[in-house]
């Protein structure tokens, strides 16, 4: 039989006495806020919140009718009274606004404190025997980073500032902890200036809750990336591609050379990976007549953390039937420009120091001619010892243990990536790092694959798609056998259920994927990915108080 809340065991507390459910760090949770070694700013707030239940008052709302943002109540007043001299304008219009206490100037029987929004922030002005009761009770209650809303007509100030005078405020979420709020000041053009009052990094991405709360700069970087995914969408929806999800928990994980993450499904006793790329399920969808598909979503890679990968990443996968790696090529130009068009209207992007100018053409260089120009390596002379040696050459300690791909694109990623500023399309690839990809018409030894290459970092990758079963296979055997050599792969084999979708006939077909964290790092002149994405993995908390 399940045993009901009422009949689970409670425990005491050991400060108080009070038996509760589960205790906090040995204590109840009302023990836990009271302790010395809770921050002073935590205890205080946390005496405020009691006092305002004690006087009837709901510290966190259900709801607030709030029907103006900020700026909006602001641009209301100047509309209103567009053409008047200050000394001639006449009170505003009622508003109905809510936001962030950001500061307080307390008078006893009058206040003056900013509310701060998304769009910006604003004055309201509290007087007694003007404000409601309620809202008189508060005037002693609040602390910066509360929720509040507020009710009233707005006005200007002796000072000239926009104002809204309280006629109602209620207080809509109480805060326990203090935000992390810097120094403010007014630079020489009379804009305010807020400094970040993190001093660890790494808080930020770990509380990306305060840190949007407390830093525009960063809400920003995020609503322009919510442009640019929203603007990649509708080019593709004009072009009448489908938007689709495949799976992410997926048998066999392919599509790309990666370490997955494995999991196990209890149910069916079954090992699963979380995907690496969409690529193999997508094409199945156009051997399954959706000529033109796409997916904007999530791939994981149980690899490695610096300043241009995350373990999990977001990726735009689209394959057209009847295309090959050309047709790519303009549609990859196409989709960054527009991209690049929400965020730069000139096209011109300044990132770690260098200006990149995505205007339209791009340069294209073939593997071999930019092996050949940046990294002085001639692949098709080159022998396996050259190869260790020009890895070794860049730094890579463990080129013994490397197979020939890898030292090909540690050599290319360190000697011609970093030449490549303005975007460049690199194509014609070994077709030993392409095995998704045809052979090359005309030289078997290369593959109909480019990347797109701007700021030093990759931002596309294309093939014209491998659509025969026989070559296929032969090509997974070969990745199934250096996974088998590699340690730190699960051994797969061929993707059998893949090659049988090739069977039924795959049409020529053009992919293409584009990192999307990579391109809003180039965007935003961020040199982290962390900075691009509202919740990167970190390594664990060690907790605070």
């Known amino acids: 039989m399940t045993r009901t809340t009422t009949e689970v065991e409670r425990t005491t507390c050991p400060e108080c006495g009070e038996e509760v459910l589960r205790l906090r760090e040995g204590v109840c949770l009302e023990c836990w806020y009271r302790s010395e070694e809770r921050p002073k700013p935590v ?3 946390f005496r405020t919140l009691q006092e305002i239940r004690e006087r009837g008052i709901e510290p966190y709302a259900y709801d607030f009718d709030r029907r103006h943002g900020l700026e909006e109540a602001r641009e209301r007043y100047l509309e209103k009274n567009r053409g008047r001299d200050e000394d001639e304008e006449e009170e505003g219009p009622e508003v109905s606004i809510a936001g962030r206490v950001r500061s307080i100037r307390n008078f006893g029987g009058s206040m003056f404190a900013h509310l701060a929004d998304r769009e910006g922030r604003l004055q309201i002005y509290v007087k007694q025997d003007v404000v409601d009761p309620e809202g008189e009770e508060l005037m002693e209650l609040l602390d910066l980073g509360d929720w509040v809303g507020v009710r009233g007509p707005v006005f200007r100030t002796n000072t000239g500032e926009v104002t809204v005078r309280a006629r109602e405020m209620r207080l809509l979420s ?11 000041e007014v630079d020489d053009e009379g804009e305010r200036v807020v400094h970040s009052g993190f001093t660890d990094q790494e808080s930020r991405y770990r509380e990306r809750y305060a840190d949007l709360a407390v830093n525009p700069e960063v809400r920003e970087i995020f609503e322009a990336r919510t442009r640019v995914v929203s603007r990649l969408r509708r080019e593709l929806d004009r072009r009448r591609y489908l938007e689709v999800e495949t799976p992410i928990l997926q048998p066999q994980y392919g599509g790309a050379s990666a370490r997955p993450f494995v999991t196990e499904h209890h149910a069916l006793d079954s090992r699963l990976y979380l995907r690496i790329a969409d690529e193999l399920y997508l094409k199945r969808l156009v051997v399954g007549n959706l000529d033109r598909v796409y997916e904007i979503g999530k791939d994981f890679r149980n690899e490695g953390i610096d300043r241009t990968h995350n373990p999990e990443f977001t990726m735009l996968e689209l394959y ?7 047709e790519m090529m303009d549609l990859a130009e196409e989709l960054v420009a527009a991209a690049v068009e929400e965020v730069h ?3 011109e992007v300044e990132f770690e120091g260098e200006t990149v100018n995505f205007s339209r053409p791009w340069e294209r260089v073939s593997y071999l001619e930019a092996l050949r ?3 002085g390596l001639d692949l098709r002379e080159a022998d396996d010892e050259d190869l260790v040696e020009a890895a070794r050459a860049v730094g890579r300690e463990d080129a013994d243990e490397l197979d020939r791909p890898r030292l090909i694109d540690a050599v290319f990623s360190a000697r011609v990536e970093p030449e490549l500023t303005d975007p460049t399309i690199v194509h014609d690839y070994p077709v030993e790092l392409s095995p998704l990809a045809k052979r090359k018409r005309g030289d078997d030894s290369l593959a109909e694959r480019f990347e797109v290459v701007a700021g030093g970092y990759e931002l596309v990758n294309a093939f014209s798609e491998l659509n025969d079963p026989l070559d296929q296979w032969e090509r997974f055997a070969e990745q199934a056998e250096a996974q088998r050599l590699r340690e730190d792969l699960p051994e797969e084999g061929p993707d059998e259920d893949y090659v049988r979708a090739l069977e039924y006939g795959l049409p020529p077909t053009g992919g293409l994927g584009l990192g999307v964290d990579r391109l809003m790092m180039l ?7 962390r900075e691009v994405i509202l919740f990167p993995l970190l390594r664990p908390d060690e907790g605070t108080a």
């Open 43 to 45: 205890r205080d707030r």
């Open 345 to 347: 209207a000139d096209g």
């Open 523 to 529: 965007l935003t002149g961020q040199s982290s990915i």
């Open 373 to 375: 120009r940046w990294a």
């Open 174 to 184: 109480k805060t326990l902890r203090p935000l992390p709020y810097g120094k403010e």
């Open 320 to 326: 057209r039937a009847f295309a090959d790696y050309g």
